[in-house]
């Protein structure tokens, strides 16, 4: 069983018992989040598609951390002007664990 739910703009497929990373959500460690908007569902046999979401689908996740991701080095220079910028940054991620696909 798998889902494609909407989140941050973007979509994710999703399964039971596997772990997502992706940007920032609200939420402490060990809460309960739900989701809604869920755009696909296949349960095993039917696949259904959603116009635009899926009626009384809900995917409920938990949150396993909030963390920061790897560092991204940014480099910038202009040459013959000794001008270098080094930037790093590092983006706010949250892994949630998928508990439970729910189509009705």
Do not use: C, W
Not at 94 to 101: A, F, Q
Request: net charge positive; glycine share 8%; proline share 4%.
């Amino acid at each position: 069983m798998y889902a494609v739910i909407e989140l941050n703009g973007r979509q994710l497929k999703v399964r039971e018992g596997e772990i997502v990373r992706l940007d920032r959500v609200a939420g402490d460690v060990n809460s309960k989040i739900v989701f809604d908007r869920v755009l696909l569902a296949h349960d095993g046999t039917e696949l259904i598609i959603g116009g635009p979401t899926v009626v009384k689908a809900t995917v409920s996740a938990t949150v396993v951390r909030q963390a920061l991701g790897p560092k991204i080095v940014a480099f910038r220079y202009k040459p013959k002007k000794r001008v270098r910028r080094r930037h790093g940054h590092r983006q706010p991620i949250t892994e949630l664990r998928i508990d439970k696909i729910a189509l009705s």
